[in-house]
């Protein structure tokens, strides 16, 4: 590389790490399936999964490498490096008897890196992910925003003054709820009243019920629900993993639900706990019919609420079945994602808060509009 500019020095170093991590994964997972026959005392025993699992991680290298790096693979280059590489590993035997303990921990690890792992669909390492799936990327609409998108002003409309806003497209639409701008809205849920605050320019700030802020990659503003919340669940999840915090959020949001419910005119909201309730039918034990029926309704139980955090098994039972709800991609229950005004920017919001209080958000100024929502 020399006389190349630094830049293409550091993006070839970077691309040479994906390469590398991705060609150790694939050696380690070879080996690790093909280890059975290394019980026989055979030579095609004892020198096939060495031979195999080489061949494979050195193939897997330089096409991860040639994919990142050019877009596309030569076959041949790559069938001669794995060629090689398994030869290096058939002459190199011993050396992988000694690190045999080494290499049988690693898919372990690599798989609970894989469980948590988010990767962008248009970035390199999507690309690959998908190319040695055998599929096609996944290509999201083209994002395009007008640069006005977002302002806010009022005007006057047959006599009155009206809160208006720019949206994605450059278009002036109504600015739901922004005569609140500086004040409270109040809002009843479930005979409660609920304050919440609007900023200067009429949106709502949820920041008071919110488990956590996160920022969406460009290419997913225009995804679909669906697409963007799977991206921020799974995030959300790798970041309980390492945040007290944010566990007592996500287990404070899921109680608050089943003891108060997320509102009786809140559809989606209790039609989601409905879901959450209906695949998780170990859970339905400890549920009392005329309870699931007011969860479904909107309402929460003071009685199974009380049931659950009296005893540690079943409150266990319930949290860990809301983890791993998040974890295999949907939303925590109790709560519901806002598109924040600010592009890019994700509020996870109490649902019982979120679903009452009508405003806009970022779906319209930066997100596509509600278009794009399925």
Not at 158 to 168: L, T
Not at 212 to 232: C, G, H, N, P, T
Not at 254 to 274: M, S, T, W
């Amino acid at each position: 590389m020399d006389g190349a500019p630094p830049v293409d020095i550091a993006t070839d170093a970077i691309y040479g790490g994906i390469a590398g991590l991705i060609s150790l994964g694939v050696f380690a997972t070879t080996a690790r399936v093909l280890g059975i026959f290394a019980s026989s005392s055979s030579w095609l025993g004892r020198w096939f999964p060495r031979f195999t699992a080489g061949s494979t991680g050195g193939a897997s290298d330089e096409a991860s490498f040639q994919w990142l790096r050019k877009g596309e693979v030569n076959w041949k280059q790559v069938l001669f490096v794995g060629a090689l590489a398994g030869l290096l590993s058939f002459g190199f035997g011993n050396f992988t008897d000694h690190g045999k303990k080494l290499v049988s921990l690693l898919p372990k690890g690599i798989q609970e890196i894989g469980q948590h792992a988010v990767v962008s669909a248009d970035g390199p390492s999507g690309k690959f992910v998908s190319f040695i799936k055998g599929g096609a990327t996944k290509q999201y609409p083209k994002v395009v925003i007008d640069e006005r998108a977002g302002q806010t002003f009022t005007k006057e409309v047959n006599g009155e003054i009206r809160w208006r806003y720019i949206n994605w497209k450059g278009k002036e639409r109504t600015l739901y709820n922004g005569k609140y701008a500086g004040q409270f809205y109040r809002a009843e849920v479930n005979g409660e009243t609920i304050r919440v605050p609007f900023d200067d320019n009429g949106f709502p700030k949820f920041e008071q019920w919110k488990a956590i802020d996160l920022k969406l990659d460009k290419e997913l503003w225009f995804a679909k629900d669906k697409e963007q919340f799977v991206v921020l669940n799974k995030d959300v999840y790798l970041q309980m993993t390492k945040d007290e915090d944010l566990i007592r959020k996500i287990d404070e949001g899921f109680l608050e639900v089943i003891q108060k419910g997320v509102g009786d005119k809140n559809y989606p909201g209790y039609r989601k706990l409905g879901r959450f309730l209906k695949e998780n039918p170990d859970l339905q034990r400890y549920i009392k019919p005329e309870e699931r029926d007011l969860l479904e309704k909107g309402l929460g139980s003071e009685e199974l609420y009380n049931r659950i955090i009296s005893d540690e098994q079943i409150l266990d039972k319930f949290r860990k079945a809301n983890y791993k709800w998040i974890q295999s991609g949907e939303d925590p229950v109790g709560y519901t994602w806002h598109h924040h005004q600010d592009r890019g920017k994700m509020l996870l919001v109490k649902s019982r808060v979120h679903g009452y209080v009508k405003h806009v958000g970022g779906r319209e100024i930066w997100g596509g509009g509600n278009e794009r929502r399925n």
